[in-house]
């Protein structure tokens, strides 16, 4: 028995692509824009779920202090954070002269 197809994101944003590009054509009737407008919104919810696994399966290595790698879930929140930070101290001491 073979397994089914792994769903791709890029198959699912290709469908709402084409959605879009035969609802801008005008030359749908009324019932098939409307048929259109229901596949395309499927494919971009498929997206949405898509990319909400790869968000969950998304994992950072930490360093402790006593040295030891544990892995962490990836949190949006503190990584736009240090990146805040990171770029404050670039600016503070730029080039990491004199250090």
């Known amino acids: 028995m073979a397994l089914p197809k792994k769903e791709r994101f890029e198959d699912h944003l290709a469908a709402v692509e084409k959605a879009v590009a035969d609802l801008e054509g005008g030359k749908l009737t009324l019932e098939e824009s409307l048929q259109t407008y229901e596949t395309g ?3 971009l919810q ?3 779920d898509i990319l909400k696994d790869a968000e ?3 994992e950072i290595l930490m360093k402790g202090q006593g ?3 544990t892995v962490q879930p990836f949190d949006v929140k503190k990584s736009d954070e240090a990146g805040k930070e990171a770029r404050a101290a670039r600016k503070t001491n ?3 002269a004199g250090t």
Request: include cysteine; glycine fraction near 20%; proline fraction near 7%.
């Open 41 to 43: 919104i499927q494919a």
């Open 67 to 69: 040295g030891e790698v």
């Open 94 to 96: 730029p080039g990491g």
């Open 46 to 48: 498929k997206c949405y």
């Open 56 to 58: 969950k399966k998304i």
